[in-house]
Every structure is written in structure tokens, then in C-alpha cells.
């Protein structure tokens, strides 16, 4: 369970004030909104540098964050976050990424994941 995304969603994003919306926050999955055009598509699991979703600045500053991964048992984990510029790990993201502006959108990389142990 360690490439878990929502433990590393939680680790690294959430944080005072961070929105957290669940895989179906309205009745649909990100990828079935169309939310995940970035993100992996197959049941291959995700691997350090994978891309996973996108990251959008909204026009007050918060990041949007639209991330799906895919564990060792096929298993996807999906959601949405936003972010609040006043979060404390705001900076960090934006550096993740390589930067954004207002109303821009990047790709978002898999951080650093453990391997999937061997059968």
C-alpha cells in the first residue's frame, strides 16, 4: 500500500484548507468528465515520473489538481484537490510541476513511487 496516490495526495496536498473531491464526487469519475486526459489509461501501474493528471491555476491563485494512478493490483486511484495559495506545501506543488500561471495547465508527474513487489 505504500504507492498508494490518495496517501501521497494526503501527505503532499492536503493541508489547511486543501478541498479533497472523492473519484465520484458528482456520480462520474474524473476520466469519465474528461478530467484525467494526462493521466494513465491502462491497468499498468504507475512508476516514478508516469504522468498522472494536470494541475491548473485558477484565476485566485488556488491550484486544481485532477490526478489518477494505478497500483501494483490494478487497483486506480483518482480525485481532485484544489489548493489554496495560502496551503504551507503551495510552492512545493507549483515547483513540482515547473511552474504555473493564472489559467495555465501542466502535466503532473508521479512523484517518487516503490517499486511493485515481484510475484
Given at each position: 500500500?505504500?504507492?498508494?496516490?490518495?496517501?501521497?495526495?494526503t501527505?503532499?496536498?492536503?493541508?489547511?484548507?486543501?478541498?479533497?473531491?472523492?473519484?465520484f464526487e458528482d456520480g462520474r469519475a474524473a476520466s469519465q468528465r474528461g478530467d484525467s486526459a494526462a493521466a494513465p489509461s491502462s491497468k499498468k501501474p504507475t512508476q516514478?515520473?508516469?504522468?498522472?493528471?494536470t494541475a491548473t491555476m485558477l484565476p485566485d491563485g488556488s491550484l486544481q489538481l485532477h490526478l489518477r494512478s494505478v497500483q501494483c493490483?490494478?487497483?486506480?486511484?483518482?480525485?481532485?484537490?484544489?489548493?489554496p495559495s495560502s496551503a504551507k506545501n503551495y510552492q512545493?506543488?507549483?515547483g513540482h510541476v515547473g511552474g504555473l500561471k493564472r489559467l495555465e495547465s501542466k502535466t503532473v508527474l508521479a512523484w517518487p513511487v516503490a517499486p511493485c513487489p515481484s510475484n
Amino acid at each position: 500500500m505504500r504507492r498508494l496516490l490518495p496517501t501521497v495526495m494526503t501527505a503532499l496536498l492536503l493541508s489547511e484548507g486543501a478541498a479533497w473531491a472523492g473519484p465520484f464526487e458528482d456520480g462520474r469519475a474524473a476520466s469519465q468528465r474528461g478530467d484525467s486526459a494526462a493521466a494513465p489509461s491502462s491497468k499498468k501501474p504507475t512508476q516514478t515520473g508516469d504522468p498522472i493528471g494536470t494541475a491548473t491555476m485558477l484565476p485566485d491563485g488556488s491550484l486544481q489538481l485532477h490526478l489518477r494512478s494505478v497500483q501494483c493490483d490494478g487497483t486506480i486511484a483518482e480525485g481532485e484537490l484544489t489548493i489554496p495559495s495560502s496551503a504551507k506545501n503551495y510552492q512545493d506543488i507549483i515547483g513540482h510541476v515547473g511552474g504555473l500561471k493564472r489559467l495555465e495547465s501542466k502535466t503532473v508527474l508521479a512523484w517518487p513511487v516503490a517499486p511493485c513487489p515481484s510475484n
